[in-house]
């Protein structure tokens, strides 16, 4: 059996803590007594040290900081093509109101092509969508 302890913390407990980073503890060589700590020593009256402290600080942060998410994270483009091998009836509803219904063929960086049964096929700018959703779900609503 060990002697380690289960620290639990609460979230208020964590929220409640700010983020101060300990100064590195300094190392102590026992083998020759070539430093003697951060009282002085064999150092220039301590200047040194200070900005080894704020070095080791500065890189210590730099460790911890965590790397931002990622700019694209190609959900969309995963969704389009669901979407697309499926062939889904989709309703894509436009920035003034209209909307178009019929299934997405293909897309790019800023554009739809949307295939319609009883209507000429379109080409939509992505910028003029408003959002869109599947024709099933408006068919589920109107039933119920």
């Not at 700590?37 to 210590?60: L, V």
């Not at 989709?90 to 293909?106: F, H, R």
């Not at 080409?123 to 969508?129: C, G, I, S, Y």
Request: charged content about 35%; cysteine-free.
């Amino acid at each position: 059996m060990s002697n380690r302890k289960l620290i639990r913390t609460t979230l208020a407990e964590v929220k409640g803590k700010e983020r101060i980073v300990p100064p590195p503890r300094e190392r102590e060589r026992s083998n020759n007594g070539s430093h003697r700590g951060p009282s002085g020593g064999e150092r220039d009256g301590g200047r040194d040290s200070g900005r080894e402290n704020a070095r080791a600080q500065q890189s210590a942060v730099q460790v911890r900081k965590r790397t931002p998410p990622p700019m694209e994270t190609n959900a969309e483009l995963f969704y389009y093509k669901k979407q697309i091998d499926a062939h889904t009836p989709m309703v894509i509803v436009l920035l003034d109101g209209e909307e178009i219904e019929g299934t997405i063929e293909w897309y790019d960086r800023g554009a739809l092509k949307v295939n319609r049964k009883s209507a000429p096929n379109l080409l939509l700018l992505k910028r003029n969508v408003k959002y869109m959703f599947k024709a099933e779900d408006r068919v589920a609503e109107a039933t119920e």
